[in-house]
């Protein structure tokens, strides 16, 4: 072959080699784009996991009903504090995003500067009402919602920001704006029970009304006498810490609800009285002994004589607390346990959630003089169980399990009083209690994110000397460089 020939053949081969590679890479960097687009793992790296959602979020978002439209007015101004705001939603609403894209709507997200785009501050004006900077719109269909700098951020007396809750808030105005209807929450009264305006410590309930309110629960009063049946709005009826007994109209008004309205009812019953909802209890196998719940061990006992609960049985309450190793903050406690299926009801599954220490036990004598001492035989050893759920499925006439009433007993009354309501244990105890009744195992509670604050305190010479100390290590090197660059040249 001419040399001539074979000089062509071997430029042709060699063209044809890098066209090949370059198609390869090409394609290689198409594939890993691909998989980086659609199977990708996301980790917030933040100190404290700032934009990090939680189970109840992504749980939320994976079953929105409608596409949401989030629009952000922070300006970012410094002087305000609304900076570190508007870089916290950033990356917060970042992950709304990418979690909404696993289910069948999306968030779409806007930042708008009103100062700046005054078309689009115009069009938001006539149409949402929204007109003032710092405010975030959530909307979606015919339903909107405004949060204030006051709904995302807790701050401290100097108005310094001690803890971000945007995602609690924007959660709870997502499911809002999404939600087909409110569920209402009835709290009996008329028994001494505790009330929801309260804020008291020990009797007020002042926390519990604020935590179900930001999730979108109506909550109204109950007063059993003076209706004749519980009201078929109610989604859940809640009868916290009464010192009254209850009337067997009463007692009747709720066995109805619980069973020919499928209703959900939660009980909080201390110790040392009797509440007349013996027989209610008794029909969904749960047994409530007159008995004092009575802690030896130092490593369970607190202050103001409260106890810690680590021990839980297996159910979707409970499963947060198994998983996140999350304590409850107990007080005065009798027992609260399952007793059985009433006789020949196949249909109901009763579950203790929750139970004292193994060096507890139930005092059956707590009202005699002297102290206390164990007597076997007679109490009840630990772990003692402090809280059950019973639930009733109905059989339908084609063989279909339809789920019927649900009821929780929890043998303290004061259990979700405002001043255990600061541990998280007892926060998410009470939102998944509600979340099972209603149906929605998947949701967790969300806790506000804190925020730290970092200050470095020098004196002038300190600041000096500190400013040397980073200027010696570049500036040594640049001499260095210099010195390098002179002598080649000569």
Not at 21 to 43: E, G, I
Not at 222 to 244: F, M, N, Y
Not at 341 to 370: C, F, H, I, K
Request: hydrophobic share 40%.
């Amino acid at each position: 072959m001419p040399a001539l020939d074979q000089f062509r053949l071997n430029n042709l081969g060699r063209r044809t080699n890098r066209l090949i590679q370059t198609v390869l890479l090409l394609t290689l960097l198409a594939s890993v784009n691909y998989l980086a687009m659609h199977h990708y793992y996301r980790q917030d790296l933040s100190q404290q996991h700032l934009y990090a959602l939680s189970p109840e979020t992504r749980a939320y978002l994976r079953e929105l009903e409608n596409p949401v439209q989030v629009i952000v007015t922070f300006t970012g101004n410094a002087e305000t504090g609304s900076d570190r705001i508007k870089t916290y939603l950033e990356g917060l609403l970042r992950e709304y995003q990418e979690a909404a894209r696993l289910g069948p709507n999306d968030v779409e997200v806007e930042f708008v500067n009103i100062f700046q785009d005054l078309g689009r501050a115009e069009e938001l004006r006539q149409r949402y009402g929204l007109q003032q900077p710092d405010a975030i719109l959530v909307a979606s269909d015919q339903r909107q919602r405004i949060l204030l700098p006051p709904d995302l951020v807790e701050f401290d007396r100097e108005e310094n920001p001690t803890a971000f809750k945007g995602e609690q808030a924007l959660t709870s105005a997502i499911l809002e704006v999404t939600a087909p209807r409110q569920p209402t929450i009835y709290f009996t009264s008329g028994h001494d029970e505790m009330q929801l305006d309260d804020v008291s410590p020990s009797r007020g309930l002042s926390v519990v009304s604020g935590a179900l309110r930001e999730r979108n629960f109506a909550l109204s009063p109950l007063d059993l006498t003076q209706v004749e049946k519980v009201p078929d709005t109610a989604d859940v009826v809640i009868v916290a810490g009464p010192r009254g007994p209850f009337s067997r109209a009463e007692q009747e008004k709720l066995r109805r609800y619980l069973d020919d309205q499928a209703g959900r009812v939660i009980l909080l019953l201390g110790p040392g009285r009797e509440y007349g909802l013996d027989e209610l209890m008794a029909n969904w196998g749960v047994r409530l002994d007159d008995m004092l719940v009575l802690e030896e061990s130092r490593d369970f006992l607190v202050d103001s004589g409260s106890y810690l609960v680590r021990q839980f049985g297996e159910h979707p309450i409970t499963e947060f607390h198994i998983k996140n190793e999350v304590y409850v903050v107990g007080g005065l406690s009798r027992p609260a346990r399952a007793s059985g299926q009433p006789l020949g009801d196949e249909r109901l599954t009763v579950t203790n959630l929750m139970a004292s220490s193994a060096t507890s036990w139930g005092e059956r004598a707590y009202r005699a003089p002297g102290p206390p001492r164990y007597n076997e035989g007679v109490d009840l050893p630990g772990p003692v169980p402090l809280a059950v759920a019973a639930e009733r499925r109905t059989s339908s006439q084609l063989q279909i399990n339809i789920p019927g009433g649900r009821l929780v007993v929890f043998g303290c009354g004061e259990l979700f009083a405002n001043q255990r309501m600061s541990a998280p244990g007892n926060q998410a105890l009470l939102l998944q209690t509600i979340n099972w009744l209603l149906n929605r195992d998947q949701f967790l509670a969300i806790p506000p994110r804190p925020v730290d604050s970092y200050r470095l305190t020098a004196s002038r010479g300190e600041l000096k000397e500190l400013a040397l100390y980073f200027l010696l290590v570049p500036g040594t090197v640049g001499l260095v460089g210099f010195i390098f660059y002179w002598l080649r040249r000569i």
